[in-house]
């Protein structure tokens, strides 16, 4: 950088300096940090609270009194809608409470503690690890972290995981699993492949108790009609010989509410038989009555599709607001990326190496809540320091736009700040 180069850059600087103190003065409270559904979203399913009443009954297809203990996985009614989500017999679906992550905790911590399906507990085999594509989910990486559990970073591409780093670690025994959020996956809204899904299915792990936790979190999330299809993964696990491998998972959490819906595993026989043993002795059934109230309310899955594409009607806005703000602001500036997803919850953004924590940092100063910088990587460390995670779901399509002009400007000033020291 020359001597001209830099005076414009710092004159630059000044300038941005000046808009942000600007943006900081009003005392902005924003929050684009998680993936929370917005009030008008919650709106919509109101409906619901009222599908299950003394005139209405509270009788199961099986005769069973939902208020009363007892079904361990879950009212038939509720399992047969479930199945059609997974595309899965009700026999290998089991229905839980209202968190798919509580699902999976629990399984993780059952495959530590107890070992999966006869194998030896994780805990008694010495250091295991779990691959991990990223950008990911931080929640994931932390129900790692928690059973310490070490994490392998694998790369994200335009098509799933890297499958050449999977295939290559997978060879090590020590290895024992792979979460995997399969469609729009958080953060950067990819749905796997076709190639990268047989793949996937085809592997032969060095580890006979390994698993993949096949997240599909958002597989009816689409926000427009042309949205992404994902190859059904257990057809082709039937074909390798390899249904015990995947653990698929899903829930109502932004189909209904986040608070109070439905959660579902589905799995091979031989790993459900595995699951209902430790059930048996972890709990005497779940919320039944809300497994009702569901089922009565959406009845089958084209009413629950037409019920999302009420839920895509209110988030287009959000997402094209940040995506228009990020394309006017930084388009030409060549410091940023993005992916255009069609559907899910969240924009994943790029910037220039080592830009992404001073982002987050000028933007909490001047009151816009962001996930954490580094949060979407193994142990919060992100290697390039370059990816943030946006939510646009809670804030409403006037507060976005407030927070995405704040968000650019603090992207241009961290990049900036940045060049200068190099």
């Known amino acids: 950088m020359n001597v001209q180069q830099k005076e414009q850059l710092v004159a630059q600087i000044d300038a941005l300096r000046e808009q942000y103190a600007a943006y900081k003065n009003k005392g902005l409270q924003l929050d684009m940090s998680r993936g929370k559904p917005g009030a008008d979203q919650l709106d919509i399913t109101m409906d619901m609270l009222g599908c299950v009443t003394a005139e209405e009954g509270y009788i199961a297809a099986n005769g069973f009194d939902a208020r009363n203990y007892g079904v361990l996985d879950g009212l038939p009614e509720a399992k047969a809608l479930f199945a059609s989500i997974f595309g899965m017999p009700a026999e290998q679906v089991i229905v839980g409470g209202n968190s798919s992550l509580n699902m999976m905790f629990d399984y993780i911590a059952t495959a530590y503690s107890r070992g999966v399906c006869g194998n030896t507990p994780w805990c008694q085999q010495g250091e295991v690890y779990f691959l991990c594509p990223s950008p990911g989910y931080d929640r994931h990486f932390a129900v790692t972290e928690y059973f310490g559990i070490k994490m392998i970073p694998v790369d994200m591409t335009p098509a799933g995981p890297d499958m050449e780093q999977v295939e290559k670690h997978i060879k090590d025994a020590r290895v024992k699993g792979m979460w995997c959020v399969p469609m729009y996956s958080n953060p950067q809204g990819i749905t796997y492949a076709d190639e990268t899904v047989r793949r996937l299915a085809a592997m032969r792990p060095a580890a006979s108790d390994f698993r993949i936790m096949w997240d599909n979190a958002y597989g009816l999330h689409h926000l427009v009609d042309d949205g992404d299809s994902l190859l059904p993964i257990y057809p082709e696990l039937e074909k390798q010989g390899q249904e015990d491998m995947v653990i698929q998972f899903t829930s109502t959490s932004k189909i209904s509410f986040p608070g109070a819906g439905v959660a579902a595993l589905a799995a091979s026989p031989a790993n459900i038989a595995d699951i209902k043993k430790r059930m048996t002795v972890q709990t005497i059934g779940h919320d039944k009555l809300n497994m009702l109230r569901h089922v009565r309310y959406f009845k089958d899955l084209d009413s629950i599709r037409a019920h999302m594409k009420r839920h895509a009607a209110i988030m287009r806005p959000k997402f094209q607001t940040v995506l228009d703000m ?66 646009p779901s809670y804030p409403t399509v006037e507060e976005l736009q407030q927070a995405m002009e704040l968000f650019c400007v603090c992207a241009q000033l961290a990049c900036a700040e940045k060049l200068l020291e190099s």
């Open 326 to 391: 990020l394309e006017q602001r930084l388009g030409d500036l060549g410091i940023a990326q993005w992916h255009t997803p069609k559907g899910g919850y969240f924009i994943s953004v790029d910037l220039m190496p080592g830009a992404a924590r001073r982002t987050v940092e000028l933007l909490k100063e001047a009151g816009v809540a962001m996930t954490p910088a580094g949060a979407t990587y193994p142990y919060g460390q992100d290697p390039h320091d370059s990816n943030l995670r946006i939510a």
